[in-house]
């Protein structure tokens, strides 16, 4: 029984770490070039990303906005948020809708409710946003349960 549960738990495990990593589509060697923090705070206000969005400890961000919608970006979190998915959110939104603010309507029928920038935007100053949301985020050690032994 013990041998059946462990071959299952590593068959699951090949299955996660080899299953959506591959092929021509997978993210693998993806990179981007350091960003400047600076720059993508200018930016960030200048496409008026503000608009939308708070950043937690940054209440300055938004003075004289007129907010359409509050999706705060950064702060604590229990995962960590990784460049790949700072990038993914900001051109390709709907790809994953983000969960953590359900106060707020974020999707129209399955399509984010976030501006399309594609055109917008140059590399650089994604690259430069990004750099300044990941340094918003802090990660906070996810609490652990602790069992007795009975
Ligand atoms: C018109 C409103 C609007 C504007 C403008 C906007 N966003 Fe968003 N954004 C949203 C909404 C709604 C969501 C949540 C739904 C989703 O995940 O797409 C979101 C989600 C995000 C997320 C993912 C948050 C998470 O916790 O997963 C990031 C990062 C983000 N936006 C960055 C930006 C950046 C950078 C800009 C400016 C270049 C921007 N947004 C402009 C509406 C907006």
Known sequence: ?????????????IMFLTGCDQGPKSARGFSLPEGSVVNGEIKFVQLKCNDCHSVVGREEIREDVDP?????????????????ELVTSIINPSHKISQRYLATPVEEEGQSKMRNYNE???VQELIDIVAFLSEQYELQPYPKTYYTVY
Do not use: A, C, N
């Open 68 to 84: 359409i919608m509050t999706v705060p970006l950064g702060g604590m979190t229990t995962r960590i948020v990784t460049y790949g």
């Open 1 to 13: 029984m013990k041998t059946l549960f462990i071959s299952i738990l590593g068959v699951s495990l």
């Open 120 to 122: 917008l935007m140059t």
